[in-house]
């Protein structure tokens, strides 16, 4: 799966470059993500504004990142996600675990609070 990157201060923004995150692409959005978080940075946002179908196995991949980001110190967020996905994400009650955000200005904005906290 294709992202385009970016930094953005000490923030990796990922722009998924998919209109969808079902069975088929789900194994390559892991590896990709694995990628990530394995990688150099701390800190990373996740943009699905492209995004316009996701299935369990797509909700899989976020948790998947999710998991794979804690077990490796590793701050994930992700952003833009359409009215679809946030539902799906809300009605499996995953919404608690997953930190989404309306907007990567949003987002960023939050990763810079933290920093300033800490």
Do not use: W
């Not at 970016?6 to 995150?21: C, F, W, Y």
């Amino acid at each position: 799966m294709y992202f385009e990157r970016k930094k953005v201060g000490d923030v990796l923004v990922a722009r998924v470059q998919s209109d969808r995150i079902t069975g088929h692409e789900a194994p390559d959005m892991k590896t990709s993500l694995l990628g990530m978080i394995i990688g150099e940075e701390n800190k990373l946002l996740i943009n699905l504004r492209k995004v316009e179908q996701m299935d369990s196995t797509g909700m899989g991949a976020l948790l998947f990142a999710i998991r794979q980001a804690e077990r490796n110190g590793k701050d994930i967020r992700f952003c833009e996600l359409n009215k679809k996905s946030k539902f799906l994400i809300h009605i499996a009650h995953l919404d608690e675990v997953i930190d989404i955000y309306d907007t990567e200005a949003e987002a960023l904005k939050d990763f810079e609070g933290e920093d300033e906290e800490g």
